[in-house]
């Protein structure tokens, strides 16, 4: 992709044509560890799945990765040790797929959280209620 936009200035390229330039940028002092702090942030979602296409690329070449992310799953998804920080410090710490598939971690972090209750569903109906009416102004 970027072989095509070599003689266009970094600033004119589109946002995930720049993090990857980036990341093509700091591979070319063959770091042992390249640090990545949020590549994934402001890309369209078509875009942050190439980035991590590369990064699971890049790790699968030996390479090591230090990846600050927003997007928890697909961290998850290629990391091989996985540490969740709150506040500083570690809460939760292991494998990238243990961390995936840990059911705190699936609630609080993935969008996987518990299902209503039916003691709290007339509770949550006025919540939601109450939320709709304050969006409709």
């Known amino acids: 992709i970027l072989v095509e936009r070599r003689d266009t200035p970094a ?3 589109a946002g995930g044509q720049q993090q990857m330039l980036a990341i093509g940028r700091g591979l070319m002092a063959e ?23 590369l ?21 998850l998804a290629i990391a091989d040790r996985a540490y969740v920080i709150e506040n500083g410090r570690v809460t939760l710490s292991g494998t990238g797929r243990e961390l995936l598939h840990n059911p705190e971690v699936a609630e609080r972090y993935l969008g996987v959280g518990k299902g209503v209750s039916l003691d709290d ?13 304050v969006l409709a102004g």
């Open 121 to 133: 569903a007339p509770r949550h109906a006025q919540l939601v209620a109450r939320l709709k009416g």
């Open 31 to 53: 770091p042992r560890i390249l640090v990545l702090d949020e590549p994934s942030l402001g890309l369209a979602p078509v875009l942050v799945a190439e980035i991590f296409r």
């Open 55 to 75: 990064i699971a690329g890049l790790r699968g070449q030996g390479r090591g990765i230090l990846l600050s992310e927003q997007n928890a799953r697909l961290s």
């Open 11 to 13: 600033a004119n390229l």
